[in-house]
């Protein structure tokens, strides 16, 4: 059975700061997928990454995967409170419990 | 306007009452999925439907049923509500052709059993 874990599930930092959002699964897949979702809110679509080795980056998120580790991380760069969400991956389906995020001044 | 809808966006329902969650999506997607939202445990998968003649059941599919009505119509019932299905529904949709297959998701739906 496939299994998606995430940590840390709670993250609270400065903003200005800089960490890593971890995400491991259970079996082979090359295609991995992170999720945006602010309270009350929907999710929505943050990054696809669809090989070994694949990074997308996108204002101070980056996101990176690693099939052979079966490793995906996503990587805060000086965090901005705007960036105060739960942040979920997900793997054929499957998601993990999320990391909910909160920046402060 | 808004591509996945759903209806109704709340509902509060006694214990053994049959209710039905609607979805439809403008996006052309053929694929759709039921997923329910608790605190602390993510995203669970419910049913999910590759096309309009396909139903799979996902993790938890036990006290739940769908229907594939047409494409864009992807329907959940529970045919005796019981108070530990209270949760967020969110369905959701996703193209099988393209390159990332993301899913895009509803509103959500906030389900209350008394």
């Known amino acids: 059975e496939l299994k998606v874990e995430q940590n840390p599930l709670f993250l609270s930092m400065q903003e200005g700061k800089n960490y890593t959002i971890y995400c491991n699964y259970s079996t082979t897949s090359d295609r991995l997928y992170w999720y945006r979702q602010d309270p009350g809110k929907s999710l929505e679509s943050l990054f696809v990454l669809l090989s070994n080795g694949a990074v997308k980056q996108e204002g101070r998120l980056m996101a990176s995967l690693d099939t052979k580790a079966r490793l995906s991380t996503l990587h805060i760069t000086a965090a901005v409170h705007d960036l105060s969400a739960t942040y979920f991956c997900?793997?054929?389906?499957?998601f993990g419990a999320g990391t909910r995020l909160t920046v402060k001044p | 306007d808004a591509d996945v809808t759903q209806t109704p966006r709340n509902r509060i329902t006694k214990t053994g009452k049959r209710i039905m969650l609607e979805c439809s999506q403008t996006k052309g997607h053929d694929r759709m999925y039921w997923y329910r939202q608790d605190p602390g445990l993510g995203l669970r998968l419910i049913y999910y439907?590759?096309?309009?003649?396909?139903?799979n059941k996902g993790e938890i599919s036990d006290g739940y049923s769908v229907s594939r009505q047409a494409q864009a119509k992807f329907s959940l019932s529970l045919e005796s509500a019981i108070p530990n299905q209270t949760a967020l529904y969110f369905c959701a949709t996703s193209s099988s052709g393209g390159v990332g297959n993301e899913q895009f998701f509803g509103p959500g739906t906030r389900l209350t059993v008394l």
């Open positions: 997900a793997v054929d389906m499957r």
């Open positions: 439907s590759f096309d309009v003649k396909d139903i």
